[in-house]
């Protein structure tokens, strides 16, 4: 029994085997973004679907996996509720109201990358953790950026695309505030102020990161 559980978790946590679900992620997460930013038939709406639910199926199936060669089954879920959120199935009819929710896709990618530099930060070189780093980065000014526009982008006059959004959702992150674009709703507003918290310590932790190699090298 030890034998197949090893091999689960070995195969589970080797490099190939968590790109796939990272490209799965970006897969469904791209899919979202195209039908909320661009007008399509019904007909693709309905393929984009299928493939998202296609993508929650394997995220799902990999979760009771998990689970099951999981020595400790709580203790995984601890460590692994990103992949939660990353398997709620959301898709279309009585759903529609709560399809921010496939934006928790991302939530793969980011539960990847915590686990990566949790578990094996002494194993990881400068290069990976700026990776790393960027990567988490990118997903969470994208959040952001869907996030605003899927609340602002009917309501807001300075909304026109999704650029407007990633545009605005980078110079919030970054404290920048240019204030071309702001939040117009309740929701919005509270979508800013996550975001510039979230900014502050991702990329004053960069920031930080960054100082702290041009020390060493000296």
Do not use: C
Not at 80 to 93: E, K, N, R, T, Y
């Amino acid at each position: 029994m030890h034998t197949w559980r090893t091999r689960i978790h070995e195969t589970q946590h080797s490099f190939w085997y968590e790109m796939i679900f990272v490209i799965l992620a970006l897969l469904a997460t791209g899919l979202f973004i195209t039908e909320l930013s661009t007008s399509l038939d019904a007909s693709v709406i309905r393929i984009f679907h299928s493939v998202d639910m296609v993508v929650v199926s394997i995220f799902i199936t990999d979760f009771i996996i998990g689970i099951i060669a999981a020595p400790r089954a709580l203790r995984y879920v601890r460590t692994h509720w990103m992949d939660i959120l990353a398997s709620i199935p959301v898709s279309g009819g009585i759903f529609q109201t709560l399809r921010i929710l496939r934006l928790f896709r991302l939530g793969r990618i980011l539960g990847y990358i915590q686990r990566k530099v949790l578990h094996t930060s002494h194993e990881l070189t400068n290069r990976k953790r700026i990776i790393y780093l960027s990567v988490f980065a990118f997903s969470v000014v994208l959040f952001g950026a869907t996030s605003f526009f899927l609340v602002e982008g009917s309501v807001n006059p300075t909304v026109t695309s999704f650029l407007d959004a990633v545009y605005w959702a980078s110079v919030t992150a970054t404290t920048v505030g240019y204030g071309d674009i702001f939040a117009m709703t309740v929701l919005g507003k509270w979508i800013s102020i996550v975001l510039m918290f979230a900014g502050v310590i991702l990329f004053g932790s960069i920031a930080g990161f960054m100082g702290s190699i041009f020390v060493q090298r000296k």
